[in-house]
Each structure stands twice: as C-alpha cells, then as structure tokens.
C-alpha cells in the first residue's frame, strides 16, 4: 500500500514537472547552452578552417569544466558549409532556428561573412568572426576579433617601405578573387599612392579559389621585380591555393633576400603542408604568433597539443595554433564573460554587455574589446617564416591598436560612424 502511495505521488510530481518543463528532457535542454559551429570543414577553406572548429571546441570543454556559463554546459552544434558560400546562409538559418544557438562562431573569407550576414541581422542573431578582414563594416550583430586593416596590411606594407623591411619601391598586390582581397588591396593602393608610389609600380593580380597553377604569376613577379627598384609581394591568397603558391616560390628560387612576400592569410597552419625550406625570410603580418613567449601562449598551445591528442586529430604531434585560433579563443571567453555580466544570454544583452571587455590573450598583450566599434585594440607582429615552419618576430607595434573599421584611406570614410547602428 505504502509503495502504490509512493508511486502516485511520483506520478503526480513527474505530471507537475512535466507541465513545466521540467521533466528530465526538458531540463537537460534548459541546463544547456547551444554554441553554433559555422567553418567549412571540407572543400578550399579545410586547410584553414577545421582547426578553428578544433579551437571551439576545446574552448568550450575548457569552459564547461571550469563549471560552465550561468551553471549550464555549453553544447556545440557543428555544422560544414563546405567553403561554399550560399549554403553558409543556410546553415546559419539552419543554427539561428531549428538548433536555436545562442551564439555563432565562424566563417573565414568575407564572401562566406557577408553571405550569412541578412541572417543574423533578420533573426537578431550574435556572430563572432575570427579573422583579419577588409574592414568597412560595421553591424550590430557582429563582433570582429580578427583585424581590421590598420592593424594588420597597413603596418605591414609601412614596414615594407622601412629601411628594417628592406625598403621596397615596387609592391604585387596578389590576392584571391574575392571580397577581402580586392578591397584590402583598393586600400593598399590608395595608401600606397599617398606615399608617393605611382600606379607604374604597383602590379596587381588574382586568381580564383582553389588555384594550383602559380608559374607563369611568379613569372611575371621576377620580371616585374627585375625593372630595377625594390619590390615586395603583398599576399592576400587564401585557403589551400597558399600550398602550390609557396612551392612554385620555392621551385623558382625567388628568395626573400630578393622579393619578400608579406601574407596575410598564411599562418602555422596553412605552412604545415609546404616545404618551408626554400621560404626562410619570408614574411607574414598578424596579432599572433605560436613562438611567442608568455605564460598564456604556453599554456594555449599545450592545451591545443594535448586538445589534438585526446581527439586523435590527423598528425597530431605536430599541430600547431595560429592568428585566427587565437581570435577564436578571445571571442569564446569574452562572450561568457559578457554573458555572465549580463546574466543572460539574451543577444541584445549581451552586446551591450561586451562592450569594454578585457581578456589576457596567448598574445601576451590584453585584448579589449572597443566600447563602440565591436573589434579588438590589437598588437601587430610581423615575423619571418623559419625552417622548421614557425616564425621570428622581426618587428611589433609598441601596444594594441584601436581597430579602424573605416579605412581613412577610402573616399568618404570620414562620415561615416565609429559604432553600429542600433537597428
């Protein structure tokens, strides 16, 4: 009698519960917090993205073992775009309503970033984009822990021109087809041409994604860099095309004694697959390099070896980390820092709430987030690629630099607002 009592009272208690919501399923979904996962994981962008869906990943272990966000887990959801550029709209929707995400991090190249953009804007979404970019945007729903061109290709081209950076009087805009590059590059030009370089000594050239074929381009750099004055390459390729370009650099012994080229979008990472031999001196311009000594980066990348280990990741003993994972690990923490200021993890609450957010980045520098602008005060380090992969750091800026969305260097920038529009 006692034990049917027991059972009706459990029956009504689980009634009581389920009616709301809190019945087992119900409260595993409300102790967690969905994370969107949005980088291709297969097709040109692989060789780029998939370890920034590792870094996410490990974040968010890290993260919950420390005992979470608000005390729920967070939960990532993982979805590949597959480096084509219409389906990342769709798999944004896909997060935003049917995996009802609180938060989104990802995408690479601008053309996947602007393609997913409406989404975010229409559905009220929060995505956090790791990567340095062209700059000239701004939105509310966006937060931007990557570079903004006055924190990456101008002090890169600047130091080009120095007496430390060899320099050079001819610049080669190379760059993929898309968004980033030429934009990047019509501000490199302006910026150029401001420094008294005339159009004569500027050559620029792209080739489409997932290009292979680099000779008759390097063919053409060594005859342009032959005309007499000292050149300098300034790479804007992108995704595994940066493979077969370095090796064709290497097959025709243009040597960073006679061009240098500068990249922006090759780090450890993209090195892993090249012969870096032939490639000692080149260059690349970020606000992060693996062989920086501090505390933090030493404790990051052992955490991303021991993270690469325990999940078995191809060539795991020689993984490496880079710019964009750093950026990623920034935008994690300061997401669940703002999260945990605003009590919420409600989108509109939680952008004011990022505003002014410190974090001790693997930089060794504190990253803030701009009060307005929603991108990073960032350091710029430029290093030389070393033989083993890695890169010396020949040159940084003293302290962080305030993003510039705006470039100056663009007609009519000047109007333009320092903070998103609210709507």
């Known amino acids: 009698m006692k034990s049917r009592r027991n059972f009706i009272k459990a029956t009504v208690l689980c009634t009581a519960l389920a009616s709301i919501g809190l019945a087992s399923f119900g409260a595993h979904a409300a102790d967690t917090i969905k994370v969107g996962v949005l980088h291709s994981l297969s097709g040109t962008m692989a060789i780029s993205e998939t370890a920034l869906k590792e870094t996410v990943l490990m974040t968010i272990d890290e993260i919950n073992k420390s005992g979470g966000v608000l005390g729920k887990k967070l939960e990532p959801v993982v979805v590949d775009p597959a480096s084509n550029?219409?389906?990342?709209?769709?798999?944004?929707?896909?997060l935003l309503t049917k995996d009802k995400v609180a938060v989104t991090f990802g995408c690479w190249t601008s053309v996947s970033r602007k393609s997913v953009l409406?989404?975010?804007?229409?559905?009220?979404?929060?995505?956090?984009?790791?990567?340095?970019?062209?700059?000239?945007?701004?939105?509310?729903?966006?937060?931007?822990?990557?570079?903004?061109?006055?924190?990456?290709?101008?002090?890169?081209?600047?130091?080009?021109?120095s007496k430390d950076g060899g320099e050079a009087k001819r610049f080669v805009l190379l760059g993929t087809d898309y968004v980033y590059p030429r934009t990047t590059n019509k501000i490199l030009r302006a910026f150029l041409k401001s420094k008294g370089v005339s159009d004569a000594d500027i050559m620029e050239e792209y080739t489409p994604f997932g290009h292979s074929d680099y000779q008759t381009i390097i063919a053409k750099i060594k005859k342009f860099a032959g005309e007499g004055k000292k050149t300098a390459v300034v790479s804007t390729i992108n995704?595994?095309?940066?493979?077969?370009?370095?090796?064709?650099?290497?097959?025709?012994?243009?040597?960073?004694?006679?061009?240098?080229?500068?990249?922006?979008?090759?780090?450890?990472?993209?090195?892993?697959g090249v012969d870096t031999k032939p490639l000692v001196g080149h260059l690349a311009s970020w606000n992060y390099f693996m062989s920086l000594k501090n505390p933090e980066n030493t404790k990051f990348v052992k955490m991303y070896q021991d993270w690469a280990k325990k999940q078995k990741l191809p060539n795991a003993a020689k993984v490496v980390t880079n710019d964009p994972m750093e950026a990623t690990y920034i935008g994690i923490h300061m997401w669940k820092q703002a999260v945990e200021k605003a009590?919420?993890?409600?989108?509109?609450?939680?952008?004011?709430?990022?505003?002014?957010?410190?974090?001790?980045?693997?930089?060794?520098?504190?990253?803030?987030?701009?009060?307005?602008?929603?991108?990073?005060?960032?350091?710029?380090?430029i290093g030389e690629i070393k033989a083993d992969g890695q890169f010396n750091v020949v040159w940084k800026t003293p302290g962080p630099i305030k993003a510039q969305p705006w470039s100056p260097y663009i007609a009519g920038n000047d109007t333009k607002k320092d903070e998103p529009e609210s709507k």
Not at 85 to 94: C, D, H, M, N
Not at 121 to 126: D, H, V
Not at 343 to 367: E, L
């Open 85 to 94: 550029w219409p389906l990342f709209a769709e798999k944004a929707r896909q």
């Open 118 to 161: 409406p989404v975010y804007k229409e559905l009220n979404g929060l995505l956090f984009y790791p990567v340095q970019y062209e700059g000239e945007e701004l939105e509310k729903n966006v937060f931007y822990t990557g570079a903004a061109p006055n924190q990456q290709a101008i002090p890169a081209v600047e130091y080009l021109m």
């Open 239 to 272: 995704g595994d095309s940066n493979v077969p370009f370095y090796k064709e650099l290497g097959n025709a012994g243009l040597k960073a004694t006679d061009v240098p080229v500068v990249a922006f979008s090759v780090g450890e990472e993209e090195l892993r």
């Open 343 to 381: 009590k919420s993890t409600d989108v509109d609450k939680v952008i004011a709430a990022m505003a002014g957010q410190t974090f001790k980045a693997p930089s060794g520098i504190t990253s803030t987030m701009d009060e307005k602008n929603h991108h990073l005060h960032k350091s710029v380090f």
